[in-house]
């Protein structure tokens, strides 16, 4: 497992001794029954799935947000497959690989939804400390995306120390390209890249063959220790929080229906995203009382919220893939 062999320095819910652990904090009534059930289930299987996380209510105004923005495109920022990032005008909308990037930070319901009290108790357990959420994603439509573990592309200052959420803004049904996973697949040995022994791929120095080779390993090494192959129908307002190496996608599409989605990556607020070393308007906004948000895309240091003045996106990402 990652905490087992890892060169890195895990949270502690993937350290060899994350049960033990667990089971002191509950006998000291430092987390909850509810809480303690909770992260056993992360600790074991790489996910834990908490049922009505947010209201239906909740839910429904995100889907209305998320349907207005083309009512204000230049608020938001979009990206659809293989294409560098836009505006969500209308016709970029139409597009069913389009998601809004970054959407917690001009969304006037975000911030309740990420940092709703079920998924914030689980995020505060195990980080220890408030939580800083950023790569703030909406799907429409199911991604499809390749079976990966996210610290791939989520880059980090301690590789292994972040977590996401999937929160559904709608029922799901099978065959919309429902979210998959391999149970137990966080305890994997590390798939490094490059010489320097990377967690994360970087497209110009390691090259697109060893990509191939760490999305083939993950999935070939998940079938080899019998790991179960498995998908996520939850219903409205139902979350899903996963450990930074569960290896997890977007199934085949084979309906027309869609998939609505508010997914969240989030660290420690002492650990530090990787763009928070080249922008140089990195803030953390605190949201909750335990929660901040920061963003690659936006230059949060502005005093103003949304009811006046929407935080500006920073010019010089659009146009450019990445
Ligand atoms: O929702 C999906 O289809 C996949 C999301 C995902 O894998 C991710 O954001 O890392």
Same mark, same amino acid.
């Given at each position: 497992m990652p905490?087992?062999? %890892?060169?890195? %320095?895990? /949270?502690? %819910?993937?350290?060899?001794?994350? %049960?033990?652990?667990?089971?002191?904090? !509950?006998?000291?009534?430092?987390i909850s029954p509810v809480v303690a059930e909770r992260l056993g289930q992360l600790i074991e299987k790489g996910y834990v799935i908490i049922p009505g996380a947010i209201s239906h209510q909740l839910a429904d105004l995100l889907v209305a947000e998320i349907a207005a923005v083309t009512g204000q495109p230049e608020m938001f920022i979009a990206r659809r497959d293989r294409a560098a990032y836009a505006h969500p005008t209308k016709e970029v909308v139409a597009d069913k690989t389009f998601r809004i990037i970054d959407f917690h930070v001009n969304s006037r319901h975000a911030d309740k939804a990420i940092f709703c009290s079920a998924i914030a108790e689980v995020l505060n357990a195990v980080f220890e400390s408030?939580?800083?959420?950023?790569?703030? /994603?909406?799907?429409?439509?199911?991604?499809?995306?390749?079976m990966h573990q996210d610290g791939a592309y989520v880059v980090v200052s301690e590789p292994l120390q972040f977590l996401a959420s999937w929160i559904a803004l709608e029922d799901v049904s099978a065959g919309s390209g429902e979210l998959e996973y391999f149970s137990g697949s966080h305890k994997l040995d590390d798939f490094l890249f490059g010489e320097e022994g990377s967690k994360s791929w970087l497209p110009e120095r390691h090259g697109g063959q060893i990509h191939r080779a760490f999305l083939d390993s993950i999935v070939q090494r998940s079938e080899t220790e019998g790991l179960t192959r498995e998908t996520f129908l939850p219903k409205k307002g139902d979350a899903l929080i996963w450990a930074s190496d569960l290896v997890h996608g977007g199934s085949a599409i084979s309906n027309d229906r869609t998939r609505k989605s508010l997914v969240t990556h989030y660290c420690p607020v002492a650990v530090k995203p990787k763009f928070s070393t080249f922008t140089k308007y990195f803030h953390l906004r605190r949201v909750a009382k335990r929660g901040y948000i920061s963003s690659r895309?936006?230059?949060?240091?502005? !005093?103003?919220?949304? !009811?006046?003045?929407?935080? !500006?996106?920073?010019?010089s990402f659009m146009g450019k893939p990445g």
């Open positions: 905490g087992a062999n %890892t060169p890195f %320095t895990p /949270l502690w %819910t993937d350290r060899p001794d994350a %049960t033990a652990v667990l089971a002191a904090k !509950r006998e000291s009534g430092q408030p939580a800083n959420a950023f790569q703030c /994603l909406t799907f429409n439509h199911g991604s499809q995306q390749a895309h936006y230059d949060l240091r502005q !005093r103003k919220w949304w !009811r006046t003045h929407y935080p !500006r996106l920073a010019p």
